[in-house]
């Protein structure tokens, strides 16, 4: 065993020097100490750096196998119904999804009222419906046909009253019940229920024993002294039939309520409405002023035969939340938010499409982008009064009617790769945006179109291997120990040096 370790002795290169031939001095402890301060130092940002994630990004072609993805979506619309806005659907090869509602998009007043669809259809009763034109077989209008219209057609008749601006708030203040339709002289739907409504008006009169508690009225929204009357009014489409209880108007009020008829448009069902709503305002007791519509509305008539709906209204807002998904193809494709009404035509300078997209969306993942990144938040008040506030999303503003807007979307898929394995796929977007004025013949709209890049934006966590750490941080300990090693020989020489001279016995 002595001769074994007699043989080690021999091949050691870790070669010894005995303490006792070793000299320490006051420049080497204080490199010492400046060294021992440095290789912590470096030791503890070494370890920092070996187990810090790093993220590299690279773009590859896409892959995904599958076929769809979800458009998740929050949009606002302070100046327009929920009764009048359809959510359709368009893609590039022409499928196509319109008036989407159900479990995919639900709208919500901005009071918060759950409307279920944006257009109401209601069935007809089956004896003698009166006949209403169809708008696909309308035929275009020679240039000066609106004028020859106006001039044939008179809604109002000896039961209707003929109103404007300067007389409609006293007629709502003078009768427990005033019916108003809000009209155009060139919508044909209007035409067509001029005669209903006029028999409508002999029929109460005749019922109610000519009440002079309740009026029908009529207002020509084309009469240019009826224009301010009918924008206060909050009128969208045309007929509007409007009913006012006990003089209520809700002019000052910031989410504007009305109550409208949506019930058939026949004689025998409107009069049998308006005497519904006559006697349900006799029971209760007149107000002193003007006030704010309740939110029960008019009760129903009795049941009517199996097949028929009975006539009834609805208390209608201005304002509508927009939220849900869209399963849609990932190909390029289209929403459109698009002003909708059966049996009506559409007052389009009064169509106003300002909106607020809270939420918006690509694919299941949450963590994907959700806004628009662009415009500062704010919040405002829509011309008509309408609030909306903008503090969670991006606000598009309509200065005049009949703007359409546009919003262009380049969608990137991003995949997310962390480490241990999961993998999250999201998508991101870019987007611009345009408006302009419509056609005069045609309802402003919002589209949403998009358009998937091919590729993919991978972004992938790293870390560094722990045997490259470790020789990594060997290899700056030991630097940085040589590298004060020889500081401090050169201050150790230099200092004795200086001593020597001190004391006289240089050279």
């Avoid at 003929?162 to 007389?167: E, L």
């Avoid at 993919?456 to 090693?485: D, N, S, W």
């Amino acid at each position: 065993s002595v001769a074994m370790a007699s043989r080690l002795k021999n091949v050691d290169i870790f070669r010894h020097i005995p303490t006792d031939l070793t000299e320490a001095t006051k420049v080497g402890g204080c490199v010492s100490i400046v060294t021992v301060i440095a290789l912590v130092l470096l030791c503890i940002l070494e370890v920092r750096s070996l187990m810090a994630v790093t993220t590299n990004t690279r773009i590859s072609v896409s892959h995904r196998e599958d076929d769809y993805f979800r458009v998740n979506l929050n949009v606002t619309f302070p100046s327009i119904s929920c009764n009048w806005i359809s959510v359709d659907y368009v893609d590039i090869v022409g499928h196509k999804k319109t008036n989407i509602t159900g479990s995919e998009i639900h709208k919500h007043t901005l009071h918060g009222k759950y409307v279920a669809s944006a257009v109401r259809e209601y069935e007809q009763p089956h004896e003698e419906p009166e006949p209403e034109p169809e708008v696909a077989e309308e035929k275009p209008k020679a240039p000066d046909a609106d004028k020859q219209v106006e001039a044939q057609i008179t809604i109002e008749g000896d039961q209707v009253v003929d109103i404007g601006d300067s007389t409609f708030q006293n007629t709502i203040n003078d009768h427990r019940v005033a019916i108003v339709n809000f009209y155009a002289p060139w919508c044909p739907f209007c035409v067509a229920m001029a005669p209903v409504y006029e028999e409508a008006a002999k029929q109460v009169k005749k019922e109610t024993g000519g009440s002079t508690e309740i009026v029908m009225t009529a207002v020509n929204c084309v009469d240019k002294a009826n224009f301010a009357l009918c924008r206060a009014q909050h009128i969208q489409v045309f007929p509007t039939l409007r009913v006012y209880r006990d003089g209520s108007n809700n002019m000052n009020a910031k989410i504007h309520m009305h109550e409208e008829y949506r019930g058939p448009r026949t004689a025998a069902a409107m009069a049998e409405f308006v005497v519904t709503v006559w006697n349900a305002v006799k029971k209760q007791t007149p107000p002193g002023g003007a006030g704010t519509p309740q939110l029960e509305g008019a009760k129903p008539p009795p049941p009517t035969p199996q097949g028929k709906k009975a006539a009834y209204s609805e208390y209608s807002s201005v304002g509508c939340i927009i939220n849900g998904h869209i399963k849609v193809s990932r190909i390029p494709g289209t929403i459109l938010f698009v002003p909708t009404a059966a049996g009506h035509n559409f007052h389009t300078e009064a169509i106003n499409m300002s909106h607020v997209i809270n939420h918006l969306s690509f694919g299941a993942d949450v963590e994907s982008q959700s806004q628009p990144k662009r415009k500062s938040k704010r919040a405002y008040y829509s011309e008509d009064g309408a609030y909306s506030g903008d503090h969670d999303g991006t606000l598009f503003l309509s200065l005049t009617g009949r703007i359409t807007h546009e919003h262009f979307l380049k969608v990137v898929q991003t995949v997310h790769e962390y480490l241990y394995g999961y993998v999250r796929e999201t998508y991101e977007y870019t987007v611009n945006s345009n408006l302009y004025r419509a056609a005069q013949d045609d309802v402003p709209t919002v589209k949403m179109v998009w358009d998937i890049w091919p590729m993919e934006v991978i972004h992938t966590e790293t870390r560094k291997p722990m045997v490259e750490g470790i020789c990594q941080m060997v290899g700056f300990l030991g630097g940085i120990y040589a590298a004060f090693l020889v500081v401090e020989r050169m201050m150790t020489g230099t200092w004795r040096e200086l001593t020597k001279a001190r004391e006289g016995k240089l050279g």
